[in-house]
C-alpha cells in the first residue's frame, strides 16, 4: 500500500546526518560548559580575593550575581522578611515560600539567572550549541517526515519509529522551551540523550519502512501513541533537571559547610530549588499526558481486545510509571519528601519509562509485541 | 504535614483572629485541625519527620485515642506516599512471572520447569499478582485512606467556599509579592474610590471580593480569592480514582469473557455451549447471555507482497460474517476486523486471531468414514507454521490419531528439512505421524483438543520409523501401515479466532477516568490565590496604595499576574501624566 522504499533509505540517510549534527551541537553545548567554568573559577578566585580584603561575611554569590536588578518589590520588602525561615514551612506553602525566595538564603553559588530568563551575557558556544542543535532538528524531522511519507502513514509503528520520532520530539520540546526559558545548560544532557536514543535506533534496531501490522491500523496509534511521546520528552527533561538537581545540592551543602563545591561547570546551573521548581512544573503537564497515554491505551485495547485492562506487561509497567509519578506530585506535598526525595523519584520514574521502552519491548512477551524486532 | 491547600488557608488567615496571614504564622492552626497533628510541632524543620511527638504521646492515648491514631496515621499523607510507592513496586512482580488470569498453560508449564522455586512463588500468589492478598491489601488500604482523606477535605472545602475572603494583614509587605503604588493628588482619585477600584478589577479578573472599611475614616482595604476551584479539581481527582475502582470490580463481577473458534462457514451462537473456552464474572448470571448468533462466510487476509524488507507481514484481516441479534432476526451482513468490534447490545466480538483449518477425512480399518471435518491447527510463527493434532475417536477397530504440522507453503530449506516459507497457501502440506489406540476420551477426563497423549498408544508412523512420516499435499490420500485406515488432506479453510466479552464496568471506568484527568487538569493549572489592596491617603495629598499576594498551593503565574494587576491599576490611575514614581 504505497511503500516508498527508496524515500525510506533516504530517510535513514537523513537521520544519520541528522545524529552527526547533534553530535556537533552537543560538543558546542560541552565546550560552553567547561569553558564558564573555567572563566567562573577564575572571576571568582578574584571575588575571593576582594571579599576577603573588605569584609568577612559577604554574601557568597554577592561577587559573581548580577541578577535580581529585575526585582523591584525586593527593595521594599522589609530586611526581616529576608531572615524568616521558611524551613518551618513545609507541604506545598513550603514550596511557596521556596520559590518567592528569590536571594534570601540562598545558599547556592550559582550565577545563572534564577528564574531561567536570558541574561545579557554572552555564550558563544552556547549559541553555537543551540543553532546547531536547531539544524539537526530540521535534519532529523526531514528524516522522520520522509520515512512517514515513505511509509505512507504516522511515523510511529515500530521500535525504530518510536525511538527516532521520540528523539524528535525530545529536542523539539526542548527548543521550544528554549525560546522561552534559557535551559541551554541542559543542553549537554538533553542533546546526549536524544544521539543515545538515534544511535541505539539506527545502528541497535534498524527496521525498514513498511506496513502496519492490522493491529495497529487504528486511529488510537495515532492519539496514544503521540500522547506518550510527547509525555516521555517532557520526562526526560525534568530527568536531566533532576539529576543537575541532586548534584547542585550537593553543592550547595558543601557550600553551606564552606567545604570545596566541586564541579565548577554546575555554576552555570540554576540553583537546586529553581530546578526542582521548574521540573515540577514541566512533570505536572507530563503527568497529565501520561494520564491521557493510560487512558487511550485502556480504551483502545477495549476497542481491539475486549478489555481496557488486563494486566499485560506492557500495561503493569505504564501503570507503574504513572504510580511512580503520582508519588512524586504527592512528594512535593509531603513534609521532608520534597527536594532531594522527590528528585529522586522523578529520576526512578524515568528509568520505569526507559525500561518500560527499552527490555519489556524487546524481552518480555506479551500482546502488545509490536517493536519489530 | 500538610494535608491539602484548604489546610495551609487555615494556616494563613482562615483561622480568625492570628492577625497578619504572612509566612511567619505557619504554625497558628486551629488546635482541631487535623493538620496540626500531623505537623507535628510547628516550627519544626521542614526536612525533620516530625512523627516523634506522636509516638512519645501514644501510651496516654486509651482506645479511642488509639483508634483515632491509626486512623490518622492511615489517613496521613505520608502513609499515602508510603502506600502509593509500595503499590508500584508489588505491580511489578507480575510484569516478570506469568498470570494465571492471563496464561493459565504458561503458569503450569512454569510450576514443572521449576519445581523447587515454581510452588514457593505460588504460594506468595506470585502468579496470581493482581488477586493477590497482598496486592488487594496495599490498594484497599490506598483507597480506605483515600476515603478518610478525601471526606473532611470536601467539608472542609465546602466551608472554604462558602466563607469570605480572609481579613487584611496589616503587614501586607510581609508577603511574599508586595507592592505599592502612589496616585498623585491630581488625579484625584481618594483612597475610597482606589480601593473600590481595585476590588472592580479583581472582580473582573474572577475573585471572589470583599471590601473592609469602605465607608471609614481609616484605611479602605479589599481582601479577594481566586481560584477555589484548584482545590475541587483535587477532590474531584480524587473522587474519580475511587469510581475506577469500583468500575473495576464492577467489570469483574458482572462480566464474562469467552472464546470461540471459527471456520469459514461455521455459526456461533452466543450460549454457553458454544463456547471453546468461557471465563465468567463473580456474579455472571446465565440470563446475560445475549442470544445473537454469527456465521463465517470468508476471512480474507492479505500478506505484504510490495516490498522485500516485510515481505509476508500481514496487512489486512477482514472477516465477512452474517449475524443475527437473536434467532428469529433478519440476517445481516457485517465487517468484522481487527480494532473494530461486533456489538450486540453490550457484548461485543472481537477479531483476535486466523490460521488454516486442514479439512481432512481418516478411513478406519473397516473402510468406514470415521472423521471428515476442518481441523484446527496453531499457528506457531510468521510463516503460519502451525501444529495440528487430529483425533478420530469414532475410528474401529482401534481409534486413530496424528499429531504433527501443516505448512501453508512447503519449502525445502538448505538443511534438506521442509520449513514453511510464506503464510499464504502456495503449497499446503500435512506433515504427521500417526497413533492408534485408546484416546482416553471417554474416561470423563477433560483433553484439550489441541494436546495428544502419546503415551499409550502404538505409533504407526513417524520420522523415526521404518515406515516414515506421513507427506500429504493437498487431495492426498495415504494409507495407514497394518490396513489400519487411511487419511486424505482435502482442502484448506481459514478460521478465525474471537473474544467474546461482556462488561458493564467499562462505561463507569471511561466517565470516571476522565473526570479523574479533568480533575487533575484544574488542580494542576489553575492558581489558588489571595490579594490583599489597601489604600489610604499620604499627608502630602497623594493616595498611596500596597497589595500584597499570596499563592495557596503550586502557583507559578502568580508573577505574572502580579504584573498584570498592576499594569490594569495603573492605567486606571496613573494613565494621564503617568509618572514613573511607584
Ligand atoms: C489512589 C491513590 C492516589 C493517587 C493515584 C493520587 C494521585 C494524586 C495526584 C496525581 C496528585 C497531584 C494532583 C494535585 O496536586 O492535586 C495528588 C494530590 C494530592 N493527593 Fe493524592 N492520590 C492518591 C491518594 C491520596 C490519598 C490517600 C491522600 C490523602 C492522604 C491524597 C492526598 C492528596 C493531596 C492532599 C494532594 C494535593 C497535594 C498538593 O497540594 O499538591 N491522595 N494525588
Known amino acids: ?184 545548560f541542559l543542553g549537554t544532557f538533553v542533546i546526549a540523550l536524544v544521539l543515545i536514543m538515534l544511535t541505539a ?31 516521555s520528552a517532557l520526562f526526560t527533561l525534568t530527568f536531566a533537571m533532576s539529576v ?111 525500561f518500560n521502552f527499552a527490555i519489556v519491548n524487546v524481552y518480555f512477551s506479551g500482546l502488545h509485541s509490536y517493536s519489530g524486532i | 504535614m500538610r494535608k491539602s491547600i484548604h489546610d495551609q488557608g487555615t494556616a494563613t488567615g482562615d483561622s480568625p483572629g492570628t492577625g497578619a496571614p504572612s ?38 492515648l486509651g482506645f479511642t485515642g488509639t483508634l483515632r491514631f491509626v486512623w490518622r496515621q492511615l489517613t496521613s499523607m505520608r502513609t499515602a506516599l508510603f502506600l502509593l510507592l509500595l503499590l508500584a513496586v508489588a505491580a511489578v512482580p507480575g510484569s516478570l512471572f506469568p498470570q494465571r488470569p492471563a496464561n493459565p498453560a504458561v503458569v503450569t508449564q512454569y510450576i514443572e520447569e521449576n519445581p523447587v522455586t515454581g510452588p514457593w512463588l505460588d504460594r506468595f500468589q506470585l502468579f496470581d499478582v493482581y488477586s493477590s492478598v497482598w496486592f488487594s491489601a496495599i490498594y484497599l488500604l490506598l483507597f480506605i485512606s483515600l476515603v478518610g482523606c ?138 446475560t447471555l445475549d442470544p445473537f448468533s454469527i456465521q463465517l462466510n470468508d476471512f480474507d487476509v492479505t500478506f505484504e507482497r510490495e516490498t522485500q524488507a516485510n515481505y509476508g507481514q500481514p496487512i489486512d484481516f477482514t472477516a465477512k460474517v452474517t449475524t443475527k441479534t437473536t434467532p428469529e432476526a433478519e440476517p445481516v ?16 466480538v472481537y477479531l483476535v486471531g486466523n ?16 472423521l471428515s471435518e476442518p481441523v484446527v491447527a496453531r499457528v506457531n510463527d510468521a510463516a503460519y507454521t502451525s501444529t495440528i493434532v487430529i483425533k478420530a475417536p469414532d475410528a474401529q477397530p482401534s481409534q486413530l490419531s496424528f499429531v504433527g504440522l501443516l505448512l501453508p507453503t512447503a519449502m525445502k530449506a538448505a538443511n534438506g528439512q521442509t520449513v514453511a516459507g510464506d503464510p499464504d497457501p502456495l503449497n499446503p502440506q500435512l506433515l504427521l505421524d500417526s497413533y492408534s489406540g485408546d484416546l482416553g476420551l471417554d474416561e470423563g477426563v477433560p483433553t484439550s483438543v489441541y494436546t495428544l497423549d502419546t503415551s499409550e498408544l502404538t505409533q504407526l508412523n513417524g520420522r523415526k520409523l521404518d515406515t516414515g512420516g506421513i507427506v500429504l499435499q493437498a487431495n492426498e490420500t495415504y494409507e495407514l501401515p497394518d490396513g489400519k485406515g487411511s487419511i486424505t488432506f482435502e482442502g484448506l479453510k481459514r478460521y478465525i479466532g474471537v473474544d467474546i466479552t461482556y462488561d458493564p464496568g467499562k462505561y463507569g471506568a471511561l466517565i470516571f477516568s476522565s473526570l479523574a484527568v479533568l480533575g487533575l487538569m484544574t488542580t494542576l493549572f489553575v492558581g489558588r490565590r489571595r490579594v490583599w489592596v489597601r489604600a489610604g491617603t499620604h499627608e502630602d495629598g497623594r493616595t498611596m496604595v500596597e497589595y500584597g499576594f499570596l499563592a495557596r498551593g503550586e502557583d507559578y503565574r502568580l508573577e505574572g499576574e502580579e504584573k498584570t494587576l498592576r499594569t490594569l491599576l495603573e492605567k486606571k490611575w496613573l494613565a494621564e501624566n503617568n509618572p514613573k514614581d511607584k
Open chain 2, 23 to 60: 509566612r511567619q504564622d505557619p504554625g497558628k492552626l486551629p488546635p482541631d485541625s487535623r493538620s496540626a497533628e500531623e505537623n507535628g510541632k510547628p516550627g519544626t524543620k521542614a526536612d525533620a519527620p516530625a512523627a516523634g511527638t506522636n509516638d512519645v504521646m501514644l501510651p496516654a
Open chain 2, 355 to 370: 490460521g488454516y483449518a486442514p479439512v481432512v477425512t481418516v478411513r478406519d480399518g473397516e473402510g468406514n468414514i470415521a
Open chain 1, 201 to 231: 535506533a539506527t545502528i541497535g534496531i534498524p527496521t525498514p519502512v513498511g506496513n502496519l501490522v492490522p493491529a495497529l491500523q487504528s486511529y488510537w496509534l495515532i492519539i496514544h501513541v503521540s500522547v506518550a511521546v510527547t509525555a
Open chain 2, 333 to 348: 451482513k457485517q465487517v468484522l476486523e481487527v480494532n473494530d468490534p461486533l456489538s450486540f447490545n453490550g457484548t461485543n
Open chain 1, 1 to 184: 500500500m504505497g511503500i516508498n522504499e527508496a524515500l525510506g533509505e533516504y530517510s535513514e540517510l537523513f537521520m544519520l546526518l541528522a545524529a552527526l549534527t547533534y553530535l556537533i551541537a552537543f560538543g558546542a553545548f560541552a565546550w560552553d560548559m567547561a569553558a564558564s567554568s573555567r572563566k567562573l573559577a577564575s572571576v571568582n578566585r578574584r571575588a575571593e580575593r576582594l571579599n576577603n580584603s573588605t569584609s568577612g561575611a559577604a554574601h557568597p554569590d554577592s561577587a559573581a550575581d548580577s541578577v535580581d536588578e529585575t526585582e523591584p518589590a525586593r527593595a521594599m520588602v522589609p530586611a526581616a522578611g529576608g531572615t524568616v525561615s521558611h524551613e518551618r514551612l513545609t507541604g506545598p506553602e513550603d514550596r511557596v515560600a521556596r520559590v518567592n525566595t528569590r536571594s534570601g538564603g540562598n545558599r547556592s553559588d550559582s550565577v545563572a539567572d534564577e528564574s531561567m530568563s536570558y541574561t545579557k551575557e554572552r555564550r558563544t558556544a552556547a549559541r553555537i550549541g543551540v543553532a546547531v542543535s536547531a539544524l539537526a532538528f530540521t535534519v532529523h524531522l526531514t528524516a522522520v517526515l520522509t520515512r512517514a511519507i515513505a511509509a505512507n502513514r504516522v511515523p510511529w509503528g515500530n521500535m525504530y519509529e518510536f525511538a527516532t520520532t521520540g528523539a524528535l520530539v525530545v529536542a523539539g520540546v526542548f527548543l521550544l522551551a528554549l525560546t522561552r526559558k534559557d535551559l541551554r
Open chain 2, 150 to 287: 478525601v471526606i473532611p477535605r470536601t467539608a472542609q472545602h465546602a466551608k472554604a467556599i462558602r466563607s469570605k475572603p480572609p481579613r487584611t494583614p496589616r503587614r501586607l509587605s510581609r508577603l511574599p509579592h508586595y507592592g505599592a503604588m502612589a496616585i498623585p493628588a491630581d488625579n484625584g482619585i481618594p483612597a475610597q474610590q482606589a480601593a473600590a477600584d481595585a476590588a472592580a478589577v479583581l472582580k473582573r479578573r474572577g475573585y471572589r471580593v470583599d471590601m473592609r472599611d469602605a465607608d471609614g475614616p481609616s484605611f479602605p482595604s479589599v481582601g479577594a480569592e481566586r481560584g477555589f476551584i484548584k482545590e475541587v479539581g483535587n477532590l474531584l481527582f480524587h473522587i474519580a480514582l475511587i469510581g475506577v475502582l469500583i468500575s473495576f470490580a464492577v467489570s469483574g463481577l458482572f462480566g464474562y469473557r469467552g472464546q470461540k473458534i471459527l471456520v469459514e462457514g461455521g455459526t456461533f451462537i452466543n450460549n454457553l455451549v458454544s463456547y471453546d473456552s468461557f471465563d465468567p464474572g463473580t456474579n455472571f448470571s446465565k440470563g
Open chain 1, 244 to 354: 543537575l538537581q541532586l548534584l547542585q545540592t550537593r553543592r550547595e551543602a558543601a557550600l553551606a559547610e564552606g567545604r570545596a563545591p566541586g564541579m565548577g561547570f554546575m555554576r552555570r546551573i540554576p540553583a537546586a530549588l529553581s530546578l526542582e521548581n521548574l521540573a515540577y512544573r514541566i512533570n505536572a503537564v507530563a503527568f497529565v499526558l501520561w494520564t491521557f497515554t493510560l487512558m487511550a491505551g485502556a480504551i483502545w485495547a477495549e476497542e481491539s481486545w475486549g478489555r481496557y485492562w488486563g494486566w499485560d506487561t506492557k500495561e503493569v509497567w505504564t501503570f507503574v510509571i504513572w504510580v511512580v509519578f503520582a508519588g512524586y506530585l504527592h512528594a512535593r506535598a509531603t513534609r521532608g519528601w520534597t527536594g532531594t526525595r522527590a528528585a529522586w523519584l522523578c529520576i526512578v520514574g524515568y528509568l520505569c519509562i526507559v
